[in-house]
């Protein structure tokens, strides 16, 4: 799990996770750019079909509300969303496994955060008339699992299969 500036609010989001920090090579601080190195990242995610959706520094009250769930801040790779600005993109997939990129540089090297959510996976199943009667038989009840539409009070196909 990595926390995302989304509208301002840190956002966790579960998936795999790849973190790194970038720097110049020993010796040669003057090849380092920070503009070079956040624009070439811009460039690539938006060829690959990334949408940038922030920009900016993160309030100091919205880094102290998830302090204590961040565990990995001052890990290889972190963001220092304290002193940096940092940029967030998203390249949205037809399966739900969206990727979200996030990275911030400074004078001295950069930070790039990539994770790829973990799409939603259907676990409820329907339930036979017969598995319902055995359920209610042996257990003196039996759980539907019925799907309706979000914020509705209209079923989904699959709600309305159910109860049928």
Known sequence: MLFFP??????PIEGKVWRTYVEAESGKYDDWSPVFFEKSYDEAIRTAGGVKIFEGKVSREELDRIKEKATYFG???????????VRVYVIHRADGGDIYIQLSGNTAGGS?????????KQTITILKADQIQ?????????ILHINF???KATLKPEGKQAVD
């Not at 790039?112 to 939603?120: E, M, S, Y």
């Not at 055995?134 to 039996?142: I, Q, V």
């Open 149 to 151: 539409d979000t914020d």
């Open 75 to 85: 890990d290889e790779g972190s963001i220092d969303y304290w002193n940096d600005p």
């Open 134 to 142: 055995k359920d209610l038989a042996e257990k003196g009840k039996a």
């Open 6 to 11: 989304i509208d301002s609010v840190m956002t």
């Open 112 to 120: 790039i955060q990539i994770l790829q959510k973990t799409p939603f």
